[in-house]
């Protein structure tokens, strides 16, 4: 993967997942209601039961996902803090880290 998925990307897959859990709850509901209409209750119980596993699973993933997202944004802002607070307002040029610095340049 050669790209790093930004915070907004995050928030996207997030409401995704959100929006799969919503989905599989109601296939799984109105599939287990059609079974139990037919009268076979093991596999509407079963059904509901897979239902529910997979829809808690998809919103912990979300979950996740978010606080994920969250984590990202803030070491983006943070870096860009270290960004500007590191530069050389002398020159204009990021101070720690140059091997060419003059330590006398401001005298």
Not at 57 to 72: E, P, T
Not at 74 to 100: I, K, T
């Amino acid at each position: 993967m050669d790209r790093v998925p930004s915070a907004r990307d995050l928030q996207v897959a997030a409401r995704a997942c959100v929006l799969l859990a919503y989905a599989v709850g109601l296939g799984g509901v109105a599939a287990g209601t059609w079974m139990l209409r037919e009268g076979d209750l093991a596999l509407a119980i079963v059904l509901w039961l897979v239902t529910f596993a997979v829809g808690a699973a998809l919103m912990g993933i979300s979950l996740l996902v978010r606080a994920l997202s969250g984590i990202s944004a803030q070491l983006n802002r943070l870096q860009s803090d270290v960004a500007v607070l590191s530069q050389d307002p002398a020159r204009g040029v990021a101070g720690p880290g140059q091997a060419d610095r003059d330590p006398w340049l401001r005298h």
